[in-house]
């Protein structure tokens, strides 16, 4: 791996703790202003000052976030469908590297759909895009196992990883599953996870906790801290259980207390 590579790549995961808090704000590229991003530069200002990393669009980056925030970036570079679509996976790239180098990214990401219709276009559209990305030392993010009828289990899971890792990635978004240890094991390259859709605030600390004792790097997280009742307490609280490793009971404590602060402000 080359210098420019490994210094990104440790710009999004922080090497003393070797993990990172990525905050997921890519929704709109298929979802379109979906709850709690539908002004998606209020939404992430607050959040920004605990977050390790922001992933997003280039037209969110462009528009919506202060070009002197100090905060790495990872680049959403494939789209092309809409929510409307039954078939999610008809997707490419959007984004040439080109312009992901002229917005200072640290990093890119795609989706890739394994056992999905286009599953053989976006495998070659990530192999496509580490061959340029990997020319200008930007580390590539594969997201995988997107779209409503994935079986989400470690055999699947692990399946989808491992290809992406195998075919250059440089570090690979899942979902936890049920012996995700066999996922995070099978996979040579960093694994962080995604929240998925909203759940109540403990489970979602739980995963996390999970996620990252069973190997995990990190999480990239969204709708699980966008659309918290307390967006701030519950990313402050991911990251304690990331980067600390405390237990769960103590990061809801911190989402507890930050939502109380908050009421509190509210009425005075
Ligand atoms: C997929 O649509 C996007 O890459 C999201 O960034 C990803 O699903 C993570 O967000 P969430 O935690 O809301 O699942």
Redesign the pocket.
Same mark, same amino acid.
Request: aromatic fraction near 8%.
């Given at each position: 791996m080359d210098w420019g590579l490994k210094n990104r790549l440790s710009r999004i995961i922080k090497p003393d703790t070797g993990r990172t808090v990525m905050l997921?704000?890519?929704?709109g590229?298929?979802?379109g202003p979906t709850t709690g991003l539908e002004e998606p530069g209020k939404t992430v200002e607050p959040l920004l000052p605990y977050a390790d990393t922001l992933?997003l669009t280039r037209g969110v980056l462009r528009n919506c976030v202060d070009p002197e925030t100090d905060i790495p970036i990872v680049l /959403?570079v494939s789209g092309g469908t809409s929510v409307l679509k039954d078939d999610l996976s008809n997707e490419g790239i959007t984004v040439s590297i080109r312009d992901a180098i002229r917005l200072n990214v640290s990093g890119v &990401?795609l989706?890739i759909f394994v056992g999905a219709p286009n599953e053989r276009e976006t495998l070659q559209s990530m192999a496509d895009l580490i061959d340029d990305a990997e020319e200008f030392g930007i580390p590539v993010l594969a997201?995988t196992a997107?779209g409503k009828d994935m079986v989400r289990d470690a055999r699947y899971l692990a399946l989808c990883c491992r290809i992406a890792a195998e075919m250059g990635a440089h570090f690979v978004?899942t979902y936890y599953c049920d012996d995700f240890e066999r996922v995070v094991s099978t996979c040579p390259v960093p694994v962080v996870i &995604? +929240? +998925?859709?909203k759940i109540p605030e403990n489970d979602a600390l739980q995963l996390a906790h999970n996620a990252v004792k069973r190997g995990a790097v990190g999480v990239?997280? +969204? /709708?699980?801290?966008f659309q918290s009742d307390c967006p701030v307490g519950m990313i402050k609280a991911v990251r304690a259980i990331v980067h600390e490793n405390i237990p769960v009971e103590e990061g809801y404590k911190i989402y507890e207390s930050e939502k109380a602060n908050n009421v509190k402000t509210a009425v005075a």
């Open positions: 997921a704000v890519d929704h590229y298929f979802l992933m /959403r &990401a989706s997201v997107v978004k &995604a +929240g +998925g859709k990239d997280m +969204g /709708r699980n801290i």
